[in-house]
């Protein structure tokens, strides 16, 4: 039987934003890539607003986080660990209050600039912003360079809010429980 870790990591899903133009892989959480389907930024999103785009991604994002969860639950079912939910909370209080905290914490990403921006709460909704010139000053490839780049400084900055929030609870409930 294979350890948990490594069916974690071995975890690849993609979804396609709702208008079907974009599509995005993530793999065990660590790499994360979007490609437009079909010629799409230049024959589409080039002649839309921003906002659109924005929208598209954001909507994309939250898909691929949703398949992400679902392929993990299952991984942890596989592996005999218990799923939580309001009417059988975990037995722990700390462990109760991390994952009522986890599901609201809060992430956020942007690339050199601000050009694109991502944030998310509890790596389920995300909302991405794009400036309104940044679509005439890029091409597909630079503006998939801007992304990842966003999207990369959202997954730091929700690993130090995901390790603030375990030091804060280990402290908090350490002399507590057994």
């Keep these: 039987m294979a350890a948990i870790v490594d069916d ?3 975890i690849v899903v993609t979804a396609t934003s709702p208008d079907g133009r974009i599509e995005g892989r993530v793999e065990s959480l660590r790499h994360i ?3 437009f389907v079909h ?3 230049e024959q589409y999103y080039r002649r839309c607003d921003a906002g659109t785009l924005a929208h598209q991604l954001g909507r994309g994002a ?3 986080a949703t398949a992400y969860q ?3 639950r299952e991984v942890m079912r596989v592996h005999g660990f218990e799923r939580y939910s309001p009417l059988s909370p975990p037995f722990s209080i700390r462990h109760r209050e991390y994952l009522e905290r986890g599901e609201r914490l809060t992430a956020h990403g942007c690339s050199p600039g601000r050009e694109i921006e991502v944030t998310t709460a509890g790596l389920l909704d995300f909302s991405v912003s794009i400036a309104p010139d940044v679509l005439d000053r890029h091409g597909e490839q630079g503006f998939l360079r801007l992304a990842d780049t966003a999207m990369k400084k959202l997954q730091e900055d929700h690993q130090r809010a995901h390790t603030e929030l ?3 609870l280990y402290l908090k409930y350490k002399d507590r429980e057994r």
């Design 62 to 64: 939250t898909l691929m």
């Design 39 to 41: 010629d799409s930024y």
């Design 8 to 10: 974690l990591h071995a």
């Design 70 to 72: 679902k392929a993990r």
């Design 33 to 35: 890539t979007l490609r």
């Design 166 to 168: 375990r030091h804060e």
